[in-house]
């Protein structure tokens, strides 16, 4: 859950140029003000709106490697006495927002572990994390707890903490299954690990397993795309994320692109990446899973559910607890300090360590729930009636033309539906519904 910068509006035949395309808020997080912070605790001092979803994001930053293509907050360089003043620090940190009127009484809908890497931490410091989360926000009444995983850092006694502490969705971080990609990429584990992580797991049974993959990493072929096509069929995970390879300006390679005077990423261009996107889709389908998003396979959608994903995309609350991450609360954006030291400081001191916020409208809460859904591949315009009083149809009619006449979507009954390629490339066409203020050339 972090941040980066695009220069251009790049079009589906476009190289790979440095910068993020990929949407996860809006407004964008440019328009966000350092000074905004007395919003923060404003909201907090609200009382919640009826039906609204709580959910819990946890900041864990450590991992032993950090990626070439890396931009989110990690740390590489901790000790044991580190990692236990930062946990702390978060377990603080819940217990000041636990008691706020906002939060006081309510409990999670669903817990997501980010990072950085969870699974870094010991199956010690993970019971003993999560037992005191769990005294000052229980969580017994969560539909998911969702935790990232990076396969080298598993064992089985790591994963029976894992699947103990109430974890129901693992998702593993492979990437890829060639041990030379894995490694010119920076990544920490290797193919052998992948497969030993993923029985280990099934073993746990956990109520869901899920793979990430990326499209378009450095030194990536086609030969090499299709093999990890057919490894993960083999594997049959309940669920597949497959991302599209960007080029974040704080990342490892863009740093080498700056040195080199490189204006174009030394991978995949985008219509290539969608294109293997697609092909993975439709492998995938052939097997029998179901496409639910621009990024994500599931072998069955009746049991197979992303909670997190699609609450935070419908309005739910998020306490984002952590160095570097974001919440969304009573409609107010907003940041923790991006320094872990920062951090940790204002913590002891006894204040809420917030970098920058942004109250946001209604108006542009519902753009920010219609362009998300829309990421689903769908969007109906019932819903945005219903909640917001809004007939999507008519205030975005000129936008959906324009994508309709280019052969993106078509409307039908209410539904505002994308086709395939419009879902490969969902994240460039959302601009469109942007409101004018917020038509930027740094679009994070």
């Known amino acids: 859950m972090s941040e980066a910068t695009t220069t251009e509006t790049e079009g589906p035949r476009h190289k790979t140029r440095a910068g993020n395309y990929f949407i996860s808020n809006y407004p964008p997080f440019s328009f966000w003000s350092d000074d905004e912070a007395n919003e923060v605790l ?14 819990l994001y946890h900041h864990i930053p450590f991992c032993r490697k950090r990626c070439h293509f890396c931009y989110f907050r990690v740390y590489t360089d901790k000790n044991a006495e580190d990692i236990k003043e930062y ?14 009127p906002l939060v006081q009484g309510r409990k999670p809908h669903f817990v997501y572990f980010g990072g950085g890497t969870p699974s870094y931490l010991s199956a010690k410091q993970l019971k003993e994390l999560t037992d005191r989360m769990k005294a000052i926000l229980p969580w017994d009444e969560a539909e998911e707890v969702a935790f990232e995983c990076e396969p080298g850092t598993l064992n089985p006694g790591k994963l029976s903490a894992i699947k103990e502490i109430g974890v129901t969705r693992v998702s593993l971080g492979i990437e890829n299954f060639d041990d030379h990609i894995l490694e010119i990429n920076g990544r920490a584990h290797r193919s052998k690990e992948v497969w030993r992580a993923y029985e280990r797991a099934r073993a746990e049974e956990f109520d869901q397993i899920n793979i990430d993959l990326i499209a378009g990493m450095l030194e990536e072929t086609e030969e090499n795309w299709q093999r990890n096509i057919e490894e993960t069929l083999k594997l049959e995970p309940d669920s597949v994320t497959i991302y599209q390879m960007e080029i974040p300006y704080n990342t490892g390679i863009y740093k080498d692109m700056k040195a080199s005077g490189a204006l174009v990423a030394p991978v995949a261009d985008w219509e290539t990446k969608r294109r293997w996107v697609k092909e993975a889709f439709a492998a995938l389908e052939s097997a029998g ?10 072998k069955n959608p009746e049991r197979t559910k992303f909670i997190y994903r699609d609450a935070l995309w419908s309005g739910a609350d998020l306490l984002g607890v ?27 001191a006894g204040e809420m360590p917030i970098k920058r916020a942004l109250r946001t409208t209604e108006e542009e809460r519902m753009i920010r729930e219609f362009i998300l859904q829309m990421k689903l591949g769908r969007a109906e315009a019932g819903y945005f009636q219903e909640k917001f009083g809004v007939n999507v ?12 006449d280019e052969g993106w979507l078509e409307v039908k009954d209410g539904v505002i539906c994308l086709n395939r390629d419009g879902l490969l490339c969902v994240d460039n066409l959302l601009h469109d519904f942007f409101l004018p203020q917020h038509h930027t050339d740094k679009i994070v």
């Not at 940041?335 to 920062?342: P, S, Y």
């Not at 149809?393 to 309709?404: G, R, T």
Request: with cysteine; proline share 4%.
């Open 289 to 298: 899973y179901t496409i639910s998003s621009g990024y994500t396979a599931v």
């Open 42 to 55: 404003k909201a907090y001092d609200s009382a919640p709106v009826p039906g609204t979803k709580l959910g």
């Open 322 to 348: 952590g160095v570097a991450s974001f919440s969304h609360v009573a409609g107010v954006h907003y940041q923790n300090m991006t320094e872990i030291d920062d951090y940790t400081k204002a913590i002891e």
């Open 393 to 404: 149809l008519e205030k975005f009619a000129e936008p959906l033309k324009h994508l309709h």
């Open 87 to 100: 946990l702390d620090c978060t377990l603080r940190e819940l217990e000041m927002l636990a008691r706020k």
